[in-house]
């Protein structure tokens, strides 16, 4: 079983999926992805999930982001599933669910903890890069359904960062002010920073959301 660490290439796959056959690779092209993963058809909690990520679809579709989930089920069953989260969610969830019945891209991804459950994937979440790194890993328990608030925020912040020489504080959210790197001299940074640099610390050094 693999173990996947933040930095290193999201392993590529050719699945079956709610959609038919589907490459990862292939499926992102040159934007941002999000690959989460769900124990198992008809239960209470995927449910909820899948219709809310179809509820944000539009806010991933703005930063470029496509969604894809998977659990250890087979295709047939989840295309009945889906019909259960329109109904009961009151949505449409049009993204791939990958059917991973062999759990090949469930070991792949390390998406099955045998302390938690030895058949069902963990609520893993994956973002990954346009360069197909990996730069967010979450797992949740079975029990526990994830925020998309959450990962709007992270999604934010990772596309805010990657193009910027800044990091986001606790609890940032968009257009919030936003760190200045350390690797910054903070003559530099005012330089860098047309909007201007508040030093709270020679280490912390503040400026307003560069985007905003």
């Known amino acids: 079983m693999a173990t996947i660490r933040l ?8 699945a079956d999926s709610s959609l038919g ?30 219709g809310t990520a179809s509820k ?7 930063r470029n982001v496509k969604m894809m ?11 009945e599933w889906i019909q259960d989260i329109n109904e009961t969610q009151n949505t449409k969830v049009d993204f791939p669910i990958i059917a991973d019945e ?9 998406m099955i903890h045998p302390n938690a459950d030895n058949n069902l994937t963990v609520r893993s979440v994956f973002i990954i890069a346009p360069d197909k790194t990996v730069k967010l890993i979450i797992t949740y328990p079975a029990s526990t359904g ?7 925020r992270v999604i934010d912040s990772l596309q805010l960062t990657a193009y910027h020489k800044v990091a986001t504080p606790a609890n940032w959210n968009h257009g ?5 790197s350390p690797a910054i001299a903070t003559e530099d940074a005012k330089k860098i920073f047309s909007k201007g640099v508040t030093e709270v610390k020679p280490y912390l050094r503040m400026t307003p959301d560069p985007t905003a």
């Open 69 to 79: 989930a998977l659990s250890v089920d087979g295709a047939a069953s989840h295309n």
């Open 102 to 110: 062999d759990k090949k891209v469930s070991n792949m991804y390390d």
């Open 146 to 152: 994830r925020n998309f608030h959450e990962l709007l």
């Open 56 to 62: 944000f679809k539009d806010e991933f579709a703005k």
């Open 7 to 14: 930095g290193d290439m999201a392993p590529d796959f050719t």
């Open 176 to 180: 919030e002010d936003v760190v200045v």
């Open 21 to 50: 056959m589907i490459n990862l690779y292939d499926y992102l092209g040159d934007g941002w992805g999000i690959l989460f993963s769900h124990p198992a058809d008809f239960t209470p909690v995927c449910t909820t999930e899948l």
